[in-house]
């Protein structure tokens, strides 16, 4: 059995269990990253209070090969998990850099 | 009590505490996007088998309404789960059309 999709294509039964369990996953993933944010968010508060630079070029080679390590394992190509931390790391640093200039503009 | 990093400079406690739960996250994110990656690939096999398009805008437009959702919920910022998703999306036809491709060859 199949159903139509909005522009009238039948959709596999097959194919909507996939996306039932790709959604599920996404829930997971960005509620996870929310988090992730929550504790970069006091990094940044943490390292503008003390004058630390934003970004930390030694960590963010340890994260890289962990990553990599990690997606390698799990089947994942360590070229996308790389690419997926300097996503998330860009943001990250774009909040720093806020925060850092909204406790300078304090001062 | 401070610990110091690779560059000598001294590295806050609570700073090391934060970092190991951004790792701990971090390695979660990284498995269930494998696992995402995973399902991707047989609903490309799957789209490819049956000639269905690599890309599909209607469950695009959906998926980005319900993450967005999700992000203003958990505290992030939705125009940051949109990005994220158009990323891994990207990633996703990426591989869609590289199987489409191989099994056009073999035909």
């Known amino acids: 059995m199949a159903h139509d999709d909005d522009t009238g294509h039948a959709v596999p039964e097959e194919l909507l269990r996939l996306r039932a369990s ?8 960005i509620h996870l990253l929310a988090e992730r944010f929550k504790l970069t968010r006091e990094v940044g508060r943490l390292k503008a209070g003390r004058d630390l630079p934003p970004s930390d070029p030694v960590r963010e080679t ?3 090969d962990r990553m990599r390590a990690f997606a390698a394992e799990a089947g994942l190509e360590p070229a996308f998990a790389e690419k997926f931390l300097a996503f998330v790391i860009a943001e990250v640093i774009r909040h720093h850099k806020a925060i850092a200039d909204s406790q300078a503009a304090e001062r």
Do not use: E, F
């Open 22 to 29: 790709i959604d599920n996953l996404d829930a997971a993933v």
């Open 62 to 64: 340890r994260q890289i």
